[in-house]
């Protein structure tokens, strides 16, 4: 569940009430952890949501969640007869550098009450459920954090980011390349054109590391529309992009309307866009700037190189700001760096420290190109050392071990490994999470 954008429930995404300083109630808690059962997913869903303020959801929101909720991989601690924190873990494939789709567990719904912090409910709920994620054989288990500052000490490392904008286009111009104009634009209902633009999205999941692929029914987490969540804004509306008749991307937005003394003032709210091609991309981005009575464009969550940046006429207008996304955690070192390829070739030996998940740690040489690698136990010399933490920001390539290094969160023991393994680790296209969970 994303940390945002889909209200309560979204903002349990996989967090929350857990992180917090101060202490309540008396020393440590023994409460039991309990593997969730159907019938009590009413009970263990309004736990997570005191949890995050015990604001309410709509009906249909509620609903959608209960239908993907994975009860056989989540559980709830209770102290007594009462259910005091929640966790969960979604079957998800991840999109690693290669191309290659790797199974991954989506850490989500995680709460605990206030009346039950600081009393180690979260650190043994996180074992529990790296202890079944490694039993399930998932080399990777990822999140997206309610608190930043809260699974650093678990493992997981943010390993891409995203981008947020509010572009003034009553002053910004968009300059497109040569193509948009051979792309036809078209209105559609959103929950009609939704076979549609899940083909799209499923064309775009293999061209960035960091993408999901979405299992049936999540395609719906795309097209809920409470009112709740509109704040102000018209219905959710829909724009696809053709070509020869077929559908090659889409748009959906809301539009915030606003009129003062001088005239309108209103603005495009960007829910999600995916294209198949540059140029329906182009087209698309286009008719979002120019969207009559509106002046402004709010952006959420983009990928830090999306191409659009490179179209506007004033790129300080557009009110660029970066944030944590995606964070990523290596269940199994060797099955997680053997998943993916590597741009450049890399033969190192990784000192990997990982005190909460301990089967991890110690010396592992990965050998790696483009075209594969294989990541094995080694009594070879150390060439870097590193956490499991950092290992998990640099797995996808969006965050660069020198950057890591310079930062004293990564050292060099071999002259000359740091720059072949950062090369090797990078990534040509940044990796982006284009929902959250």
């Known amino acids: 569940m994303t940390t945002e954008a889909t209200g309560a429930a979204g903002a349990a995404g996989a967090g929350g009430a857990t992180g917090g300083t101060g202490r309540t109630g008396p020393g440590p808690s023994a409460a039991d952890l309990r593997v969730l059962r159907p019938e009590d997913w009413d009970t263990w869903y309004g736990t997570l949501l005191r949890a995050f303020g015990g604001v309410d959801e709509s009906d249909e929101e509620r609903a959608l969640w209960r239908r993907l909720t994975p009860c056989e991989r989540s559980f709830g601690a209770w102290d007594g007869d009462e259910l005091v924190g929640t966790a969960g873990a979604f079957d998800f494939r991840l999109t690693v550098p290669g191309g290659a789709s790797v199974p991954a567990a989506g850490v989500t719904m995680v709460g605990v009450l206030a009346t039950h912090r600081r009393r180690g409910i979260l650190t043994r709920m996180m074992r529990r459920q790296l202890d079944d994620i490694r039993a399930w054989g998932e080399p990777l288990a990822v999140l997206t954090a309610s608190e930043a500052a809260i699974y650093g000490r678990f493992g997981y490392g943010a390993a891409t980011f995203g981008l947020t904008g509010e572009i003034d286009t009553s002053r910004v111009r968009l300059s497109v390349p040569a193509g948009p104009d051979d792309v036809r634009l078209r209105y559609a209902d959103p929950v009609d054109a939704l076979g549609a633009c899940e083909a799209v999205y499923a064309g775009t999941v293999p061209l960035r590391a960091g993408m999901l692929a979405r299992r049936p029914g999540w395609e719906r987490l795309g097209v809920l529309d409470p009112e709740s969540e509109r704040g102000g804004a018209s219905p959710l509306q829909c724009v696809v992009a053709e070509r020869s008749g077929e559908v090659v991307g889409y748009a959906r937005y809301r539009v915030r309307p606003e009129w003062t003394d001088t005239g309108h003032n209103g603005q495009v709210v960007l829910q999600d866009l995916a294209a198949l091609e540059p140029v329906a991309g182009a087209a698309l981005w286009r008719f979002l700037f120019g969207i009559d009575l509106t002046t402004s464009l709010k952006v959420r969550g983009r990928p830090v190189d999306e191409a659009w940046q490179h179209l506007v006429s004033d790129l300080r207008r557009c009110r660029l700001r970066v944030r944590d996304s995606l964070y990523v955690r290596l269940v199994d070192v060797g099955a997680a760096l053997e998943a993916r390829t590597y741009q450049a070739p890399v033969?190192?030996?990784?000192?990997?420290?990982?005190?909460?998940?301990?089967?991890?740690?110690?010396?592992?040489?990965?050998?790696?190109?483009?075209?594969?690698?294989?990541?094995?136990?080694?009594?070879?010399?150390?060439?870097?050392?590193?956490?499991?933490?950092?290992?998990?920001?640099?797995?996808?390539?969006?965050?660069?071990?020198?950057?890591?290094?310079?930062?004293?969160?990564?050292?060099?023991?071999?002259?000359?490994?740091?720059?072949e393994a950062a090369v090797g680790f990078g990534s040509a296209v940044a990796p982006w999470l284009p929902h959250g969970f």
């Open 347 to 419: 033969d190192v030996v990784l000192e990997v420290e990982d005190a909460f998940c301990p089967w991890n740690a110690g010396r592992w040489r990965l050998s790696g190109d483009a075209k594969g690698a294989s990541c094995t136990r080694t009594a070879d010399a150390a060439d870097l050392s590193l956490s499991a933490r950092e290992l998990g920001a640099a797995y996808l390539g969006g965050v660069s071990l020198s950057s890591l290094a310079a930062a004293g969160r990564v050292r060099e023991l071999r002259s000359g490994a740091l720059g």
